[in-house]
C-alpha cells in the first residue's frame, strides 16, 4: 500500500490553493505515495476553526510522513500553522522532512550584516540565533533529529507570489530524496538474511 | 510534589532572558508549581543546536504542563520555537495554555482594515485567516481543545521591548487561572466519595 503523506504548508493560503494542492497530490503520486492535503482556508464556507483543526489532526494521525513547506511566511519564519503541525508529527513519532523556496540562513533574514557577530540581535535587542540554519533551530533539529530531508532550492527569489510559495522545485526534489530512502528500505526489507 | 511547568516562549531571546526566566519561576513557586525554563541562546557559548533541541525536548517531557508566552515575534505570529513546542506537547498529551499581550485578533494584525470581509487577502494575495482568533488556528485551536487557559492582557500595546514580549501581566493571569483549575482538581480528589 502507498505510504501516506500529509502536505504541510502555507499553500493553504494561496489563491490557487486547490490547485496546488492537486498538483503536489499528482507529484507525490509519480513517486508512488499518496498525498494528503489539509483542508483550510480555501473551503472555510460552512466549516469553523474546530472542525478545520481537527481534520488536520485526523489527517496528520492517517499519514506515516508529514512533508513540510516552510517557506517563509510573513514573517522570517515558516507559517506558524505549519509548524505546529512539524512539532505535533515529530512528537508522534512520524517520519518528518522539510522543502524551502529560501535557502538563505534564519540569521541573515533577519539581521543582514549582522553574520559576523558572535551573539547578533536586531533593532530590538532581542537575539537572533546564530547556528547558520534556515530557520528556528527546533523546525531544523527536529528535521535531522528525525533523520529527515531538508531541501532548499531557491526559486524566484524575494518574490512573494504563488509560484515561489508553493515551492515546487524543492518539493520535488525533497520528494525524491524521500522516495529513494524508502526504496532502498523496501529492498533492504526484500534482501534474504544471511544465515 | 509539585507540578512541573515549561515556560515555553521568545523570552529566551530577551537581553535579560535570565533575569526574566528567575522571575517567571518566582511566580510559579508563589502558585506552587515548578517552572523549567528552556536554556536557549542566553547561553549558546560552547552549546550547539542539536544539544540545545534535544535539551529542550528532555524538559518538555518532565513537565506536566506546557505554559506558552504566544505574544507575536517578528511577525503576526507567536514565535516559531514556541510553536513548534506547543505541537509537541499537545501532541504528547501534555496540559498547555497560553499567554500573550497582544488581544488583537490575526487577521486585524495581518490586514487591518479588512475585517468586514468575508475572505480577506493581504498585499500578495495571500489569503487571512478570518476566524477571529488571536493567532493561527492550529495554535489557538490546540490549546482550546486540550482544554487550556489563553490569556491575552494588552501591555504597552505596540511597544517591541521587553517588559512586553515578556507578558508578565498575562503570565500572572494564566497562572492564576491555571492554579485554581488545580486547585479544584486536587479538591476533587480529596473530596471522599459517597457510597
Known amino acids: 500500500m502507498a505510504q501516506r503523506l500529509y ?3 502555507p499553500d493553504v493560503f494561496l489563491a490557487d490553493a486547490r490547485d496546488i494542492g492537486r498538483r503536489k497530490q499528482e507529484i507525490c503520486r509519480e513517486f ?6 489539509p483542508l483550510d482556508n480555501d473551503d ?3 466549516r469553523d476553526a474546530a472542525s478545520i483543526f481537527r481534520a488536520n489532526c485526523a489527517l496528520m494521525q492517517r499519514a506515516d510522513i508529514g512533508l513540510f513547506n516552510l ?15 512539524l512539532g505535533y508529527m515529530f512528537a508522534s513519532g512520524k517520519a518528518v522532512h522539510g522543502y524551502s523556496s529560501v535557502s ?18 536586531d533593532g530590538n535587542g532581542y537575539a537572533i540565533e546564530n547556528f ?8 531544523v533539529r527536529a528535521i535531522l533529529e528525525a533523520g529527515g ?21 524543492a518539493f520535488r526534489a525533497c520528494l525524491e530524496a524521500v522516495s529513494a530512502r524508502t526504496d532502498i528500505a523496501r529492498a533492504e526489507k526484500r534482501r534474504p538474511s544471511r544465515r
Chains 1, 2 share one sequence.
Not at 517563509?72 to 515558516?78: I, L, V
Not at 547558520?132 to 523546525?139: E, F, Q, R, V
Not at 530531508?149 to 522545485?169: H, Y
Open 7 to 9: 502536505l504541510a504548508g
Open 32 to 37: 508512488g505515495f499518496e498525498g494528503l492535503f
Open 44 to 46: 472555510t464556507v460552512g
Open 71 to 85: 517557506t517563509p511566511f510573513r514573517g522570517p519564519s515558516a507559517d506558524a500553522g505549519t509548524v505546529f503541525e
Open 104 to 121: 538563505t540562513a534564519y540569521r541573515a533574514r533577519v539581521g543582514p550584516g549582522l553574520e559576523s557577530l558572535a551573539a547578533p540581535r
Open 132 to 139: 547558520g540554519l534556515t530557520d528556528n533551530l527546533m523546525i
Open 149 to 169: 530531508e531538508l531541501t532548499s532550492i531557491e526559486e524566484n527569489a524575494g518574490a512573494a507570489d504563488s509560484a515561489s510559495l508553493a515551492a515546487f522545485r
